[in-house]
């Protein structure tokens, strides 16, 4: 008796599931999103007058176009749901017109189905403060925040001790690439290892950001002073992603097994935020003893 009552019920879920309205398709709900955009633009934010009669509130579908530089049947049938798929171009003019904030504006780009271009607007060349309490108080665990082009934001006292302190590149900037391609003391392989991977990510960044003065001018010197990074430059690596553990062999303290994490802050997309922790028990002793012994 229990599993034919069992049976029933599931069979009288699944028609209840059947007789439903299926969810909004991608090109639905991305005309859904266009219009409440629109309806919430006022025309005063846009520099339009908004007086007079409006049979809706918000913008009129011509105005829209007008403003992001397309037809309007062309924007009409895009609010209709219809199976086309617009621009990065025109999705970002349409970001524009409704003032959308990034959160928004990559929405605006996955309901599409368009990749989000890459992000080449100004990046913090100062530390955020929020971000530089939490560096410190990663203690007793290395932490650092570099930005886009490398340049040392934050970095943490037990950084300092068990890692050393980057140098100044020519411009003054204490850059984490200029030190690991002009350290003169001989570090070793997991160095080499590192730094060429940093290498790869910096270099990710330079296409983002291909005419940046800043960029340019560090590749330059590093290209001038760095037979290494002249030699590495030509071989056109590329990385954006930092997991895993490494083994340092060579250090003051002893053997240092280590994992290591590269994180990106939601509120600063642009930056990014490494932090080290033991992998044994003898590098977590390591850590809390130069770190006490330091107080």
């Known amino acids: 008796m229990e599993r034919a009552s069992v049976t029933t019920a599931d069979s009288t879920r699944s028609a209840s599931i059947q007789g439903s309205a299926p969810p909004p398709n991608r090109h639905e709900e991305l005309a859904e999103f266009l219009r ?4 919430a633009t006022s025309p005063e934010s846009v520099g339009l007058e908004g007086g007079g009669r409006r049979r809706t509130p918000g913008l009129r579908r011509e105005e829209v176009a007008q403003l992001a530089g397309v037809g309007l049947s062309w924007y009409t049938w895009l609010e209709q749901g219809r199976d086309i798929t617009p621009s990065a171009g025109v999705l970002d003019a349409l970001a524009r017109v409704f003032d959308l904030d990034p959160a928004r504006r990559g929405h605006l780009f996955d309901l599409a189905g368009v990749a989000v271009p ?15 309490v939490i560096v410190e108080n990663l203690d007793p665990n290395p932490a650092y925040l ?8 934050a970095w943490n006292r037990s950084a300092a001790l068990l890692l050393g ?3 100044d590149a020519p411009d003054g900037v204490q850059n984490m690439l200029w030190w690991m391609f002009t350290e003169e003391r001989k570090r070793g392989d997991s160095w080499d290892r590192t730094s060429r991977n940093m290498l790869a990510r910096f270099r990710t960044e330079h296409a983002r950001r291909f005419e940046d003065p ?6 330059g010197a590093l290209l001038e002073t760095s037979p290494r990074f002249r030699d590495l430059w030509r071989r056109h690596e590329v990385l954006d992603a930092q997991l895993g553990t490494k083994r340092i062999v060579e250090h003051p303290l002893g053997p240092l097994t280590i994992h290591h994490l590269q994180s990106i802050p939601t509120s600063h997309r642009s930056l990014r935020l490494t932090q080290f922790v033991p992998a044994d028990d003898r590098t977590r002793n390591a850590f809390e003893r130069t770190f006490a012994e330091a107080d």
């Open 214 to 219: 800043a960029f340019n001018f560090l590749i």
């Open 36 to 39: 409440s955009n629109r309806e």
């Open 146 to 153: 570099l930005n886009p082009r490398s340049d040392v934001l």
């Open 165 to 167: 302190t980057p140098t």
């Open 118 to 132: 890459a992000d080449s607007s100004p990046y913090p060349t100062v530390v955020p403060e929020e971000l530089e």
